[in-house]
Nanobody, 115 residues
């Protein structure tokens, strides 16, 4: 059974920074593509950033230049560094692991950005 546990969320002021972590257990982490999604109240869940097993990254246009996704395979952890945060970044952020038909989700961590 694969477990994904997010951490690092919290309350920050606009312009501030947060670093989210997603720790994986029970999986061959290095083989998985990892991603961060977010969902704000009343809105659909959206892809924020992704990183493949080879280290290639992609970002939603709304976060390009502000967010950076990275992974440390030795620690079985993926990170999302969030800078220049805006109130519209407020959402529950979810970690996702994907290896062919094997897909797993974390429980989410709340990020709130105050104006």
């Amino acid at each position: 059974q694969v477990q994904l546990v997010e951490s690092g969320g919290g309350l920050v002021q606009a312009g501030g920074s947060l670093r989210l972590s997603c720790a994986a257990s029970g999986t061959i982490f290095s083989l998985y593509s990892m991603a961060w999604y977010r969902q704000a109240p009343g809105k659909e869940r959206e892809l924020v950033a992704g990183i493949t097993s080879a280290g290639r990254t992609n970002y939603a246009d709304s976060v390009k230049g502000r967010f950076t996704v990275s992974r440390d395979n030795a620690k079985n952890t993926v990170y999302l560094q969030m800078n220049s945060l805006k109130p519209e970044d407020t959402a529950v952020y979810y970690c996702n692991a994907d290896y062919y038909y094997h897909v797993y989700w974390g429980q989410g961590t709340q990020v709130t950005v105050s104006s």
